[in-house]
């Protein structure tokens, strides 16, 4: 059987079509690969490729992908409101099919070393294959973002690669479950709604468990947003965040506008849901990941 992967690199780059057609390409050049998705967002300039294949060719698209990305965005340049601290900022691998979490930890790992050793980018290994354990929540490795990195590197060693700090940043490198990027905007300008309600949400300051969230000023759109992970669906569905988003919203006199989905979704994160009812603005069948993978002959 096939060991197929699912790789979702998010890079600091959400402006430039130019520069993302480029990232894009070259993850398309290996064989065996296939890009499913992406997504640029100009307001956190971010985008969010998604892409799948046999395991070998995926890590293979993952190194030439990090390697365009460090030398095409300069973090020193950038501004955004999403944390970051790399031109890819955050490459995460999912197993689909054929293939345990037990196999696929020592291969991220193989190549997280790889980037460091061959690319001189600072690596720290997140999620299920964190080597420390203050290093497997993501928001931790984060902390600070780029604008800190430089000293924070210094105290906090990266798992590969120097010890220092270049316009390409760091690269957060992890095995983990399907998590779903999930963002609802509201019909307000002011960024403080939004903050109180991430706050009020997210598992560490006591909110639903499984969710990590922040509130985030969207300039291009004139609204905020609750921009969420939901790292564990099965613990804490889409629908369940937007139920509490909403009576939240509606505390402070606020409407939700709409709701967003970054990335792809598995099948069973929507199974029962009333998709109207979230307010979706982007929703299709083709954000269903297993429809993308039969579409593109991955999955049988």
């Known amino acids: 059987m096939q060991k197929i992967v699912e790789c979702i690199p998010n890079f600091s780059e959400g402006r430039d079509e130019k520069i993302v057609k480029q990232l894009v390409e070259i993850i398309e050049s290996v064989e065996d690969v296939k ?25 293979a698209a993952a190194f030439k992908g990090c390697k365009l990305a ?18 890819m900022d955050v490459l995460p691998f ?8 037990d196999e696929l930890i020592p291969e991220v790992r193989t ?13 720290y290994m997140y999620g299920k294959s964190a080597l420390k354990p203050e290093h497997e929540n993501l928001a931790e490795v984060r902390k600070g973002c780029y604008e800190e990195l430089k000293e924070k590197v210094k105290v906090d060693a990266p798992d590969f690669g ?5 316009p390409a940043g760091a690269v957060a490198v992890g095995v983990r479950k399907f998590l779903i990027a999930y963002n609802i905007n509201l019909e307000t300008a002011d960024v403080e ?19 990590k969230a922040l509130g985030l000023p969207l300039k291009e759109e004139g609204c905020s947003q609750v921009s969420m992970n939901l790292v564990d ?22 409407k939700i506008k709409e709701s967003e989905l970054i990335g792809l979704v598995p099948k ?13 603005k982007n929703f299709s069948e083709d954000k269903v990941l297993e429809n993308k993978l039969t579409s593109l002959g991955l999955l049988q």
């Not at 190549?111 to 690596?123: A, F, H, Q, S, T």
């Not at 120097?162 to 270049?166: A, D, L, Y």
């Not at 669906?233 to 606020?254: I, N, P, Q, R």
């Open 162 to 166: 120097p010890q220092e700090v270049g």
């Open 70 to 87: 460090s030398q095409l965005i300069d973090l020193s340049m950038h501004d955004g409101c999403h944390p970051r601290i790399g031109a």
């Open 193 to 211: 709604v939004a903050k109180k309600i991430a706050k009020k949400i997210r598992e560490r300051d006591g909110g639903l468990p499984a969710v």
């Open 35 to 59: 890009v499913l998705n992406y997504e640029m967002d100009v307001d956190h300039n971010r985008t969010v490729i998604t892409f799948a294949g046999y395991l070998s060719s995926v890590l």
């Open 233 to 254: 669906f099965d613990v804490t569905s889409m629908l369940d965040v937007f139920e509490v988003c909403e009576k939240e919203a509606t505390s402070f006199g606020v």
């Open 111 to 123: 190549l997280g070393e790889k980037i460091g050793d061959e690319l001189n980018l600072p690596v």
């Open 268 to 280: 069973a994160a929507i199974k029962n849901v009333d998709i109207e009812k979230l307010k979706f």
């Open 94 to 101: 999912v197993p689909v099919k054929g293939v345990s979490f």
